[in-house]
């Protein structure tokens, strides 16, 4: 907040804290008090008030209260309230009014209600002055823990990210091994497009959200690398629908994990691999994405797939944390394993 905003609030509102004395007044209290009171009393009794609540507030507080000096800030107020009644005490006070229906009201109780002005209303103050700093500091801790939390969250993904880039290197670097043993001549086109994929996860990744179309233009480009690598081995079946796709943003390399275990784990199958993938935006800008592919039998456990997939230990729980972090209660994510297939189900709300 501006500090001149911060500073008009604080006007405004002793100036409604003066006011409401005279808001307040009952039928009858001008001849109790005898409204107005002397003007060097009332203000020079302001003066301090406000100079009682902000000393409390930006001084006795963080020096001795928050430090755990629970003596030494007692010890101050108390000096306070007695420079205070000092202070006061010299200047012309209200006259006792003349009350002939109640004669035993004597000097003493004058100078008891005297008394009680010296000292009560700058108690007062202290009283508001500290809980006024302490919803201060509170405040503070709140914005701080939340910056925390915000570094803490990008520290998290930026690892999350990071370990996404060397797996995927790792597979594709594989699959061009095998095309410079065969001395295939799509070995330098598929050099190529690495360089196309790399300059991207370099260049582009960096950003929180980036275009929806550069994510799925990653993800066509390395599926064509693949094709390079299996030729007809892999029956693909790819349906990417980008109609639809606008202005929508989403966050970097989130889809890729699971292209690359369909691949990883289709190519282990003998017999008929085959991976379909149908990608779409659909209403309301939710992206949602089916993905079947075949698997060995030999992946099949009794436990979910997800948790025991050995891939799922960094595509498709790195993915999943990542959905938490980026989209919460924003997404459904559906793993599920069958004999020799596996199938995934993404649906993530992107907003406009």
């Known amino acids: 907040m501006p500090k001149y905003r911060i500073i008009f609030y604080h006007l405004l509102a002793w100036a409604v804290f003066y006011s409401l004395p005279i808001l307040s007044t009952w039928s009858g209290s001008a001849a109790v008090i005898k409204l107005p009171r002397p003007p060097s009393l009332f203000w020079i009794s302001s003066l301090l008030q406000i100079l009682i609540f902000y000393l409390n507030a930006y001084w ?144 582009e990744t960096d950003q929180d959200f980036i275009p929806l179309k550069s994510e799925i233009d990653y993800i066509q480009s390395y599926i064509n690398l693949q094709r390079l690598r299996f030729d007809e081995h892999i029956s693909l079946n790819i349906n990417i629908d980008d109609t639809a796709i606008q202005h929508q943003q989403i966050a970097p390399m989130l889809l890729i994990p699971l292209i690359e275990n369909a691949f990883k784990y289709s190519s282990q199958v003998m017999g008929a691999p085959y991976i379909d993938l149908k990608l779409e935006v659909k209403e309301q800008h939710h992206l949602v994405l089916m993905l079947k592919n075949s698997c060995s039998n030999v992946a099949l456990l009794n436990k979910s797939a997800e948790e025991n997939i050995p891939s799922a230990g960094l595509g498709l729980s790195n993915l999943r944390r990542r959905l938490e972090l980026i989209y919460p209660q924003r997404f459904t994510f559906k793993v599920e394993q069958l004999e020799g297939e596996f199938l995934v189900e993404l649906d993530i709300e992107l907003g406009e």
Do not use: C
């Open 60 to 203: 006795l507080m963080p020096q001795y209260f928050f430090k755990k000096k629970y003596l030494a800030y007692g010890l101050g107020i108390l000096v306070v309230l007695a420079l205070r009644a000092l202070a006061l005490y010299h200047f012309p006070f209200p006259e006792l009014p003349d009350m002939p229906d109640q004669p035993l009201l004597a000097d003493r109780d004058f100078r008891m209600m005297r008394w009680f002005f010296l000292f009560f209303p700058g108690l007062i103050t202290i009283v508001l002055s500290s809980g006024f700093r302490i919803f201060i500091e509170h405040r503070n801790k709140e914005k701080l823990y939340k910056e925390r939390e915000t570094i803490n969250l990008r520290s998290e993904l930026r690892f999350l990210r990071s370990q996404i880039s060397p797996h995927f290197l790792f597979n594709v670097l594989n699959s061009l091994t095998a095309l410079a043993r065969k001395k295939s001549e799509l070995l330098e086109p598929s050099l190529l497009k690495l360089s196309e994929l790399m300059r991207y996860t370099i260049y």
